[in-house]
């Protein structure tokens, strides 16, 4: 029970017991009573004593109350109420004197009554006898105006008792706080608009700066003119990544970021992974795994470009934060019926763990590790913040375990995920291949290659000179061979190949150097190389030397 409730039920108790006072007063003073005790003289005065000091302590704890009390007659069938009684805290509340309202009608003192809505609720009570509680409303009239609660009982004489309280103070409070609230996220929201919109706008010509000093940097000789341009480059990819992440941090809080579900080949999301991080895990001897379950569907219905950056995030900081071990994703689905699942993905590393004191703050935005090393991790604290609100757009979930020196399993669960019977297409010119593979990789698309004799000298033929890829590069003749990526797979039928060549010819028109030299060692290693000698070719030439 609540003190508010507590006070009128103490109220309520108060009035009930000074009723029933003024009853046995009358008992009392009758003549029958006298005639029938009048040999009991000294036992009436002790009892009249008692109840005049009860009478007297009552009177005070009614006067000295916090909550206002008021009591009413009424005449002609409750179709007005006269003031009896009112308590000091009702004269306070309203500012005006007893002696002023006792004997006056309700509605002359207080003629926005029935607007109010309480005089309806005294003449039911009236009516009925039974207690009303009459919430929170708002009275005015050309005298006064405030919020008021009144809770109304009816006395056994007839007579009606208001007791109510004034919160003005809290609800204006509370208005304050409402409109407080509504402009904050209004301020919130135009804020969020307003990096979405620069964001983009500084995005594109940071695009630029970016491959064009790529460019620049293979045809620049002087150490100093070099170390100037090294700065360049550290500073501007800085730079696009914070603007990056501010733009879809911007979005998701404007709420102008949607989901774009469509049938996807998650399996190839997985792969894409592999070759992306391979210089990194190369570079730092890591040891990385993918294990994808085999009950796994080909085809999901998902957004491929938030998962894609998702788990680009997350597998990022893994190897980041990890010196020595290695880095292993799982995936699995939990069949809920045969078209739904939830999909299940753990990234897990051996890297430097996360205090549990931190785990809760790691996925709010700008958060970093303390003691974190900016220079030597790099990094914005946007990447989880961003991560946690896509997987919960995609109805998901994600959480942590860590430990300080031995590593981090991050896991995410994707719910209600829809399995497509329907494999996503390719396009190639006017017609449209499917693209069926089931496990779609290196191995299998050299499995494909490497029965086509033909198809294997093109490639070779073909491919773009580079100087151990990191030498200078020809971007037309780059983009050439992914046009004739795509002439080849619509004639050998192979739909993967098609798919390589897209990505190439984007890589180009994006200015994405570095991604460029990844993708065309990747594809020489572990494509044309593999298909080579699985075929049993005599040995080919060394491109990264040409």
Known sequence: MTSQNKITTLILSLIMVIDIVA???????????????????????FLMFILQNRETQYKELFNNISSGVAVYTTNNNGKDFFFKDLNRAAEQIEQIKKAEIVGKSLVKVFPGVKEFGLFDVLQRVWKTGKAEFYPMNYYVDDRRKGWRDNYIYKLSTGEIVAVYNDITERKQAEIAIIQAKQEAELANKAKSEFLANMSHE???????IVGFSELLSTNITDKKQKLYLSSIQIASKTLLVLINDILDLAKIEAKQLEIKLEAINPRIIFFELEQLFT??????????????????????????????QILVNLVSNAIKFTEQGGVNIKIRPCYKDNNTIDLIIVVKDTGIGIPLEQQNNIFEAFQQLD????RKYGGTGLGLAICKRLINMMNGHISIQSKVGVGSVFEITLRDVK???????????NEIKILTEKNENDTYICFQIEKHPKLINSLEQFFPCCENYGGALDLEEIEKFGEILKVLAKKYHIASLYVY???LCELVQNFDIVQI?????????????????????SEIPNHQEN
Not at 371 to 374: A, D, L, N, R
Not at 517 to 537: G, M, P, Q, S, T
Request: net charge positive.
């Open 23 to 45: 009853h046995l007063n009358y008992i009392i003073y009758s003549p029958i009573f006298f005639i029938l005790f009048l040999g009991e003289i000294s036992i009436l005065a």
């Open 202 to 208: 500084i995005r594109t010509p940071m695009n630029a």
């Open 279 to 308: 210089l990194q895990i190369v570079k730092k001897e890591l040891k990385f795994r993918i294990d994808i379950d085999e009950t796994l569907p080909s085809t999901l219905i998902l957004d491929e470009t938030r998962l894609r």
């Open 371 to 374: 003691g974190q090393s900016t």
């Open 419 to 429: 399995v497509s019977d329907v494999v996503k297409p390719v396009k190639m010119d």
């Open 501 to 503: 060549g897209e990505k």
């Open 517 to 537: 030299r990844v993708f065309l060692k990747l594809f020489f290693d572990k494509v044309i190389k593999k298909a080579h000698k699985n075929a049993k070719y």
